[in-house]
C-alpha cells in the first residue's frame, strides 16, 4: 500500500508540473493565423510573445507581438507548430489562459480568456487579478 501511495504521489507530481508548464494553450484556430501573419512578414522561424503589461483602467493589459529570441527570464512554449513566449512577470497572469482567434460580423482578432481575471473594464482591454 505504501508503494502505491509513492508512485501516485509521484504521478500527482508529475501531473501538477506538466499543468505548470503549460502557462498559455494556443488553439488551433490562433496558431493558424499566428503563421500567417509570420509569412506575412516574411520570416516563418518567429516566437510569439504574450505577455502583461501595467495599464488601463482595471490595471493590466494584454499584449502580443513576434520576436526573433527568446529572453533570459522567457518560458518557451510549443502549441501547434508556433512557438510562444511568456516572461517571468506574465507566467503568474497567465496561467491557464487561452489564447484563441474570433471571426464574426463585428470584427476579428486574437481574444484571450483567462481564468485568473477577477475584473476587467468595460471595453474589455484591461483586466486585473486581486
Known amino acids: 500500500m505504501e508503494k502505491l501511495n509513492r508512485v501516485d504521489n509521484l504521478l500527482y507530481y508529475i501531473m501538477e508540473s506538466a499543468q505548470q508548464t503549460k502557462v498559455v494553450d494556443v ?3 490562433a496558431a493558424e493565423k499566428v503563421i500567417e501573419f509570420m509569412k506575412q512578414e516574411g520570416k516563418d522561424n518567429l516566437y510569439l510573445r504574450v505577455y502583461v503589461t501595467g495599464g488601463g483602467c482595471s490595471g493590466l493589459s494584454y499584449g502580443m507581438g513576434f520576436e526573433e529570441n527568446p529572453d533570459e527570464d522567457d518560458m518557451v512554449l510549443e502549441q501547434n507548430g508556433v512557438k510562444i513566449l511568456v ?12 489564447v484563441d482567434y474570433i471571426e464574426s460580423l463585428m470584427g476579428s482578432g486574437f481574444k484571450i480568456s483567462n481564468p485568473n481575471v477577477t475584473k476587467s473594464c468595460s471595453c474589455g482591454h484591461s483586466f486585473s487579478t486581486e
Open 27 to 29: 488553439t488551433l484556430k
Open 87 to 98: 516572461d517571468n512577470y506574465s507566467q503568474k497572469y497567465l496561467k491557464g489562459a487561452n
